[in-house]
């Protein structure tokens, strides 16, 4: 990896926010469409869940009774699949990645490497570069403390920038620095992240940071895992 002094790249990262699940859910609704349905009703319901510019007039007309009953019942039938489908993809992601709750030291820059390459997969590894003295460095290790027991899922670590072998790349003037990787690929690189922050900051600062960037999953998605299958379940 290079960085240069004073610089900053970021990384497109994928978001999931409110945003991407209306989305997602839109996109659900359209493809779930029963092929036994009537034409006349598959039209009604693309263009309700993704209208086109032409499609706008008629969208944005008054609708039947008939037409809205239409709509409402489909749309209870494609909620129940869509939660069934989102519920299976999140306990197939909790079944297979591998949790952590705590920073994780690491000694070397060989270290550094076998984390970033020998991860699961679809864990997401958050590195901090630090160097005893540079300020903002101890803030930032606090508040990761603090964001690892909160974000299990997310594997956070911390290297000492003399221990990784890059000490050169890694000068005062670019610390602390904030890296994070998934599958061995650099999501995002911050330099002197705690730019971004007040001269005084914590782990909310630094987790609504990540949060704006799509650096960190869901909270939802945790809390849902926690509660199993209290619902029911869906058909």
């Known amino acids: 990896m290079s960085c240069s002094a004073q610089e900053e ?14 989305n997602d859910w839109r996109r659900f609704k359209l493809d779930s469409v029963d092929q036994t349905v009537p034409q006349s009703k598959k039209e009604l319901l693309r263009q309700m869940s993704s209208p086109r510019e032409d499609d706008k007039e008629r969208v944005n007309r008054k609708m039947s009774v008939q037409e809205y009953e239409l709509i409402q019942e489909e749309d209870e039938r494609c909620l129940k699949r869509y939660r069934k489908q989102c519920m ?18 690491l000694e070397s820059g060989e270290d550094f490497l076998e984390v970033i390459e020998k991860e699961h997969r679809m864990t997401q590894v958050v590195v901090h570069i630090y160097q005893h ?9 606090s508040s990761l403390d603090c964001l690892a027991s909160e974000y299990p899922s997310v594997k956070f670590c911390r290297i000492d920038a003399v221990a990784s072998g890059a000490a ?41 940071f990540l949060n704006e960037h799509g650096l960190l999953p869901e909270k939802e998605f945790l809390a849902c895992a926690d509660d199993g299958d209290e619902g029911g379940d869906v058909d």
């Open 88 to 105: 299976q993809e999140m306990h197939e992601r909790l079944s297979f990645c591998p949790t952590f709750e705590a920073v994780h030291e």
């Open 133 to 141: 003295g540079v300020t903002g460095c101890e803030q930032l290790n």
């Open 168 to 208: 050169e790349r890694f000068s005062p003037e670019v610390l602390p620095a904030l890296l994070v990787y998934k599958a061995g690929e650099l999501l995002a690189n911050f330099l002197a992240i705690n730019r971004h922050f007040n001269e005084e900051f914590f782990a909310t600062d630094v987790e609504a």
């Open 9 to 22: 790249e970021v990384l497109p990262a994928n978001h999931t926010g409110p945003k991407g699940v209306i």
